[in-house]
């Protein structure tokens, strides 16, 4: 079993940034693929950026790339989201997720979810 908690969430101005973190608890983090997530209002909920369990690879959706970067921290069992450049397109809940199977959560089916953390992003 897995338990996640995203943090770091808020207002900001467009072009400005955040950093959002996901504590994970449980001692499969190492060996879960994570990945982040995001649902704006009316709108279906879209894989934003993952990470590999070897870390050494990571997926970004297009409308992100160069703007956010995804890491991992294995010995704080923590993923992060750094977001730069904000637009208000970005304006959405964000969920981080995990599943043993890097599959899995690219294609948007992992076992363990967040529950989420409002960003907004005005213009």
């Known amino acids: 079993q897995v338990q996640l908690v995203e943090s770091g969430g808020g207002l900001v101005q467009a072009g400005g940034s955040l950093r959002l973190s996901c504590a994970a608890s449980?001692?499969?983090?190492?060996?879960?693929?994570m990945g982040w997530f995001r649902q704006a209002p009316g709108k279906e909920r879209e894989l934003v950026a993952a990470?590999?369990?070897?870390?050494?690879?990571?997926y970004y959706a297009d409308s992100v790339k160069g703007r956010f970067t995804i890491s991992r921290d294995n010995a704080k069992n923590t993923v992060y989201l750094q977001m730069n450049s904000l637009k208000p397109e970005d304006t959405a809940v964000y969920y981080c997720?995990?599943?043993?199977?890097?599959?899995?959560?690219?294609?948007?089916?992992?076992?363990?979810w967040g529950q989420g953390t409002q960003v907004t992003v005005s213009s």
């Open positions: 997720a995990a599943d043993t199977q890097d599959e899995s959560v690219v294609a948007g089916v992992p076992d363990y």
């Open positions: 990470i590999s369990r070897s870390r050494y690879n990571t």
């Open positions: 449980g001692r499969t983090f190492s060996r879960s693929a």
